[in-house]
């Protein structure tokens, strides 16, 4: 079975929602619709807002900007701008991608979308030039200052608004004894961010590594995604206090 967006353009039954909405519209997925296709982070708002639908902007095909299903608002968030590099069947190219998250969402979700293209070699050191040149000046350090190694959309957030308060971190430290931290701050502070997988066996298991931590002279805080996400505020307030305090320099003087 197959099913037909439009005149001529047929797709496979399982294509995703947004892939057939953009193609009845004579586009494409783009921005962070595009991005999940690409497997990049997102830091989303859910998978309920309408698709990032990017058209030519010289096409101009029935369905477009107007309001396709009366009565019932936008379908779509579209894009219209000339491309960066050349779209794929079903969404726009990578570097077009970006761009648009940049303009679309601004700097953080741009930051940790790039930072996973990067760590998933879809952007070579070519295409980086290209897409520096093409945002606003004064965003073109997020593209110098993004890691091939990032480890998640949450790391990238967390050491971006930190180099912002003029602190580094480093991510993925193995401790002896405890294991491999998600963040160190100084040379002593341990920031975990913790998933959903904290429950039960699990949170026995942090308090070992907590105290396992502590008894080698390690100070532990630790967040969940919520709170990094959607509480910044208190999360900044713990980790600056905890830094006026000294609990990131240990007493052995390795600051760094
Ligand atoms: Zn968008
Ligand atoms: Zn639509």
Avoid: K
């Avoid at 990017?54 to 894009?79: K, M, N, Q, S």
């Avoid at 931290?181 to 920031?191: E, R």
């Amino acid at each position: 079975m197959l099913l037909r967006p439009r005149n001529g353009v047929y797709v496979l039954p399982d294509t995703s929602e947004a892939i057939i909405e953009s193609l009845r519209h004579c586009g494409v997925i783009a921005c962070v619709t595009a991005a999940r296709d690409y497997g990049l982070w997102t830091l989303d708002r859910g998978a309920e807002e309408p698709a990032h639908t990017w058209v030519h902007p010289d096409h101009r095909p029935t369905r477009v900007a107007i309001e396709p299903h009366p009565g019932e608002g936008a379908c779509c968030l579209f894009h219209r701008e000339t491309p960066l590099d050349p779209p794929d069947l079903q969404r726009v190219g990578i570097l077009h991608c970006l761009v648009q998250i940049q303009r679309c969402r601004g700097d953080e979700p741009f930051f940790a979308a790039l930072e996973s293209a990067l760590r998933l070699r879809q952007i070579d050191v070519g295409q980086r030039e290209i897409l520096r040149e093409a945002i606003p000046a004064e965003s073109r350090w997020l593209v110098d200052f993004a890691r091939l190694d990032a480890d998640s959309g949450l790391e990238s957030l967390l050491r971006l608004r930190l180099h912002h308060l003029g602190l580094s971190l480093t991510s993925q430290v193995p401790v002896p004894g405890v294991g491999v931290v998600d963040f160190v701050l100084g040379d002593c502070l341990i920031l975990e961010a913790d998933g959903e997988t904290h429950d039960g066996a699990g949170r026995h298991a942090d308090r070992v590594r907590d105290a396992a931590a502590a008894a080698l002279g390690f100070n532990t805080l630790r967040f969940d995604y919520a709170l990094i996400v959607h509480d910044w505020e208190l999360v900044e307030a713990a980790i600056l206090s905890a830094v006026s305090r000294n609990l990131h320099r240990s007493r052995a003087g390795l600051t760094w």
